[in-house]
């Protein structure tokens, strides 16, 4: 596709349940990056893939959240046990590059809004 | 560690009018530097983007930005605001030392322009 799609667009989720977050990116795109955004704040890094592998996970709020990569494509955010708290909009990003001078843009889905009631 | 402050969460223009929106960076180290715009219930758009050279750097829809080392900022202009400029701007940097290049957003700013 053209650009980052993530689905399902919207996740109601009752309190203990497990859900999942899917992201593909853009082909060809090596970085994967997954942004949590709570109501009324700017997006906060959660975790990065560089191909399949998790190379940083240092914002994920929990053990109850679990990120994969397994083809180096699709990625999928897993959330165990919901919580009220969890309740925001994931917003997947992709990247042409690793990093670095270039510093390529990162593109933006169009994120997930889950809802924990 | 980084953060990212962006002066005023809700800023009202008149159409027509300058528009100006700021960021403060805290890196003592100058990290690359983004400008985002998100409209309603939609996901983040580049708007322009600061890694070497220029410090004044242009992007899409007619803003601008203008990285100021000395004062750590780099605000976000346009010389005349239209109706369709109103959506939610964030300002982003990269967070180089870690090797990751993760994103460090504020918090946002509210644009609303005023007919």
């Known amino acids: 596709g053209a650009g980052v799609s993530q689905s399902p667009r919207y996740k109601v989720a009752k309190r203990g349940q497990d859900v999942a977050l899917r992201c593909d990116p853009i082909s060809g795109h090596v970085s994967l990056f997954w942004y949590q955004q709570a109501l009324g704040q700017g997006p906060e890094f959660l975790t990065y893939?560089?191909?399949?592998?998790?190379?940083?996970k240092s914002g994920l709020p929990s053990d109850r959240f679990f990120a994969e990569r397994p083809e180096g494509s699709v990625s999928t955010l897993k959330i165990q046990r919901t919580q009220q708290e969890d309740s925001a909009v994931y917003l997947c990003?992709?990247?042409?590059?690793?990093?670095?001078?270039?510093?390529?843009?990162?593109?933006f889905g169009p994120g997930t809004r889950l809802l924990v009631l | 560690a980084q953060s990212v402050t962006q002066l005023g969460s809700h800023v009202s223009v008149s159409e027509g009018a300058l528009v100006l929106l700021r960021c403060n960076y805290s890196s003592s180290v100058p990290p690359y530097l983004f400008w985002y715009v998100q409209y309603p219930n939609q996901g983040l758009q580049l708007l322009l983007k600061?890694?070497?050279?220029?410090?004044l750097v242009k992007g899409i829809n007619g803003f601008e930005a203008e990285f100021k080392k000395s004062e750590t900022s780099f605000h976000l202009t346009k010389p005349s605001a239209h109706m369709s400029d109103a959506a939610e701007y964030f300002c982003?940097?990269?967070?180089?030392?870690?090797?990751?290049?993760?994103?460090?957003f504020g918090t946002g700013t509210r644009l609303k322009v005023l007919a």
């Open positions: 893939f560089q191909n399949e592998a998790q190379l940083d």
């Open positions: 990003a992709s990247s042409a590059s690793t990093g670095g001078a270039q510093q390529e843009t990162q593109y």
């Open positions: 600061y890694t070497t050279g220029a410090t």
């Open positions: 982003a940097v990269s967070d180089p030392p870690s090797g990751t290049y993760k994103y460090i």
